[in-house]
Structures are given as structure tokens and as C-alpha cells.
Nanobody, 124 residues
Framework: QVQLVESGGGLVQAGASLRLSCAAS????????MGWFRQTPGKEREFVAS????????YYADSVKGRFTISRDNAKNTVYLQMTSLKPEDTAVYLC?????????????????WGQGTQVTVSS
């Protein structure tokens, strides 16, 4: 089992930056891939970014490529999502997810463990 707690969301203006954090506990964090997804009311959950167990093989949705950066600190059992140049369309609940393997990308079925999410709202 892996428990995940996100933080760092908030209300910002377009063009601003935010850094989301996801603290993990339980199963060995350093041996599993991690991802960020987001969800807005009435829409399906969508993939944002992922990275492998040692922080490599980063993968991004086209909509955030060049603006968002995913990283991890295995010593702190934490994964981050640095978001820059935020747009109103980035408004969503951002969820952290833990995979059951060392390598995972954008398939939600590869992530059995999910946090509760943190709200990000970007005003125009």
C-alpha cells in the first residue's frame, strides 16, 4: 500500500507559477514510478506527467510540455510538479498517483494508488 497526500494548490493569475508536492508513505517509494493527473468537473481524468523510479524517463502531456516539470526526491519520499506560465485551462484538481512498477507513463490503469487531490485555479 502507498498513501499519498498532495499539497501546494491554490488560486493564481494566468502566467503565474505553482509547485505541487506529493508526500508518499507506505511501500518503498524509491522503487516505483509516479505520475500526476488532473480532473475537471464533467471531463475525464487526464494525464499530466510521469517519471520513473529514479527520476528519469519523464513524460508529459502535450498541453503542458515546456511549462510543467515533474521531479522527485526519494530521500524525502516526495514527488513534485513545478507549473509555470499557468493558463485558465490548467484549472483542475491535480492528483498524484503511484504506479506498481518502476516504469509507467500515461495509462491510468498502471497506477493503483491515488491521492485525494489539490485544487489549482487559474484566473484570467
Amino acid at each position: 500500500q502507498v498513501q499519498l497526500v498532495e499539497s501546494g494548490g491554490g488560486l493564481v493569475q494566468a502566467g503565474a507559477s505553482l509547485r505541487l508536492s506529493c508526500a508518499a508513505s507506505g511501500r518503498t517509494f524509491s522503487s516505483i514510478a509516479m505520475g500526476w493527473f488532473r480532473q475537471t468537473p464533467g471531463k475525464e481524468r487526464e494525464f499530466v506527467a510521469s517519471l520513473n523510479w529514479i527520476g528519469g524517463n519523464t513524460y508529459y502531456a502535450d498541453s503542458v510540455k515546456g511549462r510543467f516539470t515533474i521531479s522527485r526526491d526519494n530521500a524525502k519520499n516526495t514527488v513534485y510538479l513545478q507549473m509555470t506560465s499557468l493558463k485558465p485551462e490548467d484549472t483542475a484538481v491535480y492528483l498524484c498517483a503511484a504506479a506498481d512498477s518502476r516504469f509507467s507513463r500515461d495509462n491510468q490503469d498502471d497506477y493503483p494508488y491515488w491521492g485525494q487531490g489539490t485544487q489549482v485555479t487559474v484566473s484570467s
